[in-house]
């Protein structure tokens, strides 16, 4: 009798036991991550992306404020070289096209440019980032990065160690730092539709901005 009772108390502490984690707290169950949802545009671009060699995660669509808003967006960590991945810093968000367009340039256009006059590969390229809710500086005119269509890009670091700065070596680096930087920029001219650089103003004397849209301009 007393063995039956000892064992109908041990089953009792078990079955109690299930509803509690170690310290005596109940377990409350945390909900799953919801999956992002995306459109079949959205979905095609992924997938042409991923085909592409880049890594990136999908993140949920973003709507700040009137005019602001970036839907079918990646975080882009790194795109395909001709060789291994490029590392990219501080995308956080920035629409797939643009992100499609970019992996290209940098693989096609940068990357070889810098094996060709540098005598390196690309390990990384350092950005500002993309989407932003702002305006075009001195105007009411909502920017591209408030679409998340543009990425500013202040640095190339090579393998070997060298860091190409827009700042430090549009104007003020050797012949052939300054040489490549212009060839990246003349091979982002013909794949996005509006770059700016250093030559355009002030305001871009630290940085190539590269805008999926915004017909043919080259500065």
Same mark, same amino acid.
């Given at each position: 009798?007393?063995?039956?009772?000892? *064992?109908?108390?041990?089953?009792?502490?078990?079955?109690? $036991?299930?509803?509690?984690?170690?310290?005596?707290?109940?377990?409350?169950?945390?909900?799953?991550?919801?999956?992002?949802?995306?459109?079949?545009? #959205?979905?095609?671009?992924?997938?042409?992306?991923?085909?592409?060699?880049?890594? @990136?995660?999908?993140?949920?669509?973003?709507?700040? $404020?009137?005019?602001?808003?970036?839907?079918?967006?990646?975080?882009?960590? #790194?795109?395909?070289?001709?060789?291994?991945?490029?590392?990219?810093?501080? *995308?956080?968000?920035?629409?797939?096209?643009?992100?499609?367009?970019?992996?290209?340039?940098?693989?096609?256009?940068?990357?070889? #440019?810098?094996?060709?006059?540098?005598?390196?590969?690309?390990?990384?390229? &350092?950005?500002?980032?993309?989407?932003?809710?702002?305006?075009?500086?001195?105007?009411?005119?909502?920017?591209? %990065? $408030?679409?998340?269509?543009?990425?500013?890009?202040?640095? @190339?670091?090579?393998?070997? !160690?060298?860091? *190409?700065?827009?700042?430090? %070596?549009?104007?003020?680096?050797?012949?052939?730092?300054? &040489?490549?930087?212009?060839?990246? %920029?003349?091979? #982002?001219?013909?794949?996005? !539709?509006?770059?700016?650089?250093?030559?355009?103003?002030?305001?871009?004397?630290?940085?190539?901005?590269?805008? *999926?849209?915004?017909?043919? @301009?080259?500065?």
């Amino acid at each position: 009798m007393l063995r039956r009772s000892v *064992i109908l108390l041990c089953a009792t502490l078990a079955l109690a $036991a299930c509803g509690a984690v170690p310290g005596g707290t109940s377990r409350n169950p945390q909900p799953l991550p919801r999956p992002v949802a995306v459109s079949e545009e #959205a979905r095609m671009c992924l997938t042409g992306l991923s085909e592409a060699g880049s890594r @990136f995660s999908p993140v949920p669509d973003r709507y700040d $404020a009137p005019g602001c808003a970036v839907t079918g967006a990646v975080q882009l960590a #790194a795109v395909r070289g001709d060789r291994t991945h490029l590392g990219v810093s501080n *995308i956080a968000a920035v629409e797939c096209g643009t992100a499609a367009t970019f992996a290209a340039w940098a693989r096609f256009g940068v990357d070889r #440019a810098a094996r060709q006059i540098l005598g390196s590969p690309i390990a990384r390229i &350092e950005t500002m980032g993309a989407y932003s809710c702002r305006n075009v500086a001195g105007t009411g005119r909502r920017s591209a %990065h $408030a679409r998340g269509e543009a990425i500013d890009v202040a640095a @190339f670091v090579l393998e070997d !160690g060298r860091r *190409i700065s827009v700042l430090d %070596h549009w104007a003020g680096g050797s012949g052939k730092e300054r &040489e490549f930087l212009r060839v990246v %920029h003349e091979s #982002a001219c013909k794949r996005f !539709g509006t770059v700016l650089g250093p030559a355009y103003n002030a305001a871009h004397r630290d940085h190539l901005h590269v805008e *999926i849209g915004g017909g043919n @301009f080259c500065r």
